[in-house]
């Protein structure tokens, strides 16, 4: 797979705007604000193909990333920023259910959690969510650099905790700025793709 040959594809807020093809999809799921657009762009060694919004909760739809036509990077919005009408979060939590119950590409959701924090009551919502739909998934802790090396652990027995992950589940620390954990995510998707 040639990740020089990614590209931005297409943007989605119902099931006939979505790409045509039986390409696996990997999509990526957490709070307005956890990272998910920087996330996207270092695994893709880019600087600027998901764009980071300035203003948390302004992604309100969903995109989709091609990937040497072999793979979807899909962008969920981000949910829980307070600042976003009821009406809005209806919606997006109407089209993003849609996108994940009835996609049969999607291979694999991942979590994103901020590692400095436990997670909110709106991740272990989305969490208990993604269970009962009974998705394939893994949780990615974003921000690593943010934090001591020491407190590490520590965070990521906090967050396997709140979520009351099962002992299978894995929690991968990552840092967008050093890509610390990226080739780790990388063998988790391939696993999941087979690409």
Request: glycine content about 6%; cysteine-free.
């Amino acid at each position: 797979m040639n990740l020089n040959n990614a590209k931005y594809e297409v943007t989605a807020v119902k099931p006939q705007q979505y790409p045509e093809n039986n390409i696996p999809e990997i999509t990526f799921v957490g709070r307005s604000n956890v990272g998910k657009s920087s996330l996207i762009n270092s695994l893709l060694n880019r600087k600027k193909l998901a764009r980071v919004a300035a203003t948390p909760g302004k992604t309100q739809v969903i995109n989709f990333y091609n990937i040497d036509e072999k793979l979807y990077f899909v962008d969920l919005p981000g949910y829980g920023y307070a600042k976003v009408s009821k009406t809005i979060k209806s919606t997006w939590g109407g089209f993003i259910e849609t996108y994940l119950t009835t996609r049969e590409q999607l291979k694999l959701v991942i979590m994103l959690v901020d590692i400095r924090h436990s997670p909110s009551s709106d991740d272990k919502l989305m969490y208990q969510w993604i269970l009962n739909v009974g998705l394939s998934h893994l949780i990615v802790a974003t921000k690593l650099d943010k934090i001591p090396r020491s407190k590490v652990k520590e965070r990521l027995t906090d967050i396997a905790k709140t979520l009351q992950l099962d002992e299978a589940i894995s929690i991968i620390p990552y840092s967008s700025e050093t890509k610390q954990g990226r080739e780790e995510l990388w063998n988790e998707i391939i696993t999941y793709t087979g690409e």
